[in-house]
Nanobody, 127 residues
């Protein structure tokens, strides 16, 4: 059974940092591309970042490039999103999602179609 479980969200002041974690089960990270997708009230869903392949190639939306870093620990079956220099516009529910790597290829793009979703976790950036 495939499961993705996010943790690490919360309230942070502008300019602060948070690290989200996504614990996956039911598949290995080499076989799936993993994405972070966010949804803010009144805004369109946005693919934020992705990681794919045995080498862990990453890609980021322009809105977070240079501020967010995605990584993974294959031994722990966990994917991370390190978020720095957070802005109020980063406020959203963040979802960890997965898509079979055979469909994605060697390069992922953050906005894609997703096979599996986590339950989501709230990130609020406010003073």
């Amino acid at each position: 059974q495939v499961q993705l479980v996010e943790s690490g969200g919360g309230l942070v002041q502008p300019g602060g940092s948070l690290r989200l974690s996504c614990q996956v089960s039911g598949f290995t990270l080499d076989d799936y591309a993993i994405y972070w997708v966010r949804q803010a009230p009144g805004k369109e869903r946005e693919g934020v970042s992705c990681i794919v392949g045995s080498g862990g190639r990453t890609n980021y939306a322009d809105t977070v490039k240079g501020r967010f870093t995605m990584s993974r620990d294959k031994a722990e079956n966990t994917v991370y999103l390190e978020m720095n220099t957070l802005k109020p516009d980063d406020t959203a529910v963040y979802y960890c999602t997965a898509t079979a790597a055979v469909r994605v290829g060697v390069v992922c793009v953050p906005d894609y179609t997703y096979d599996y979703w986590g339950q989501g976790i709230q990130v609020t950036v406010s003073s």
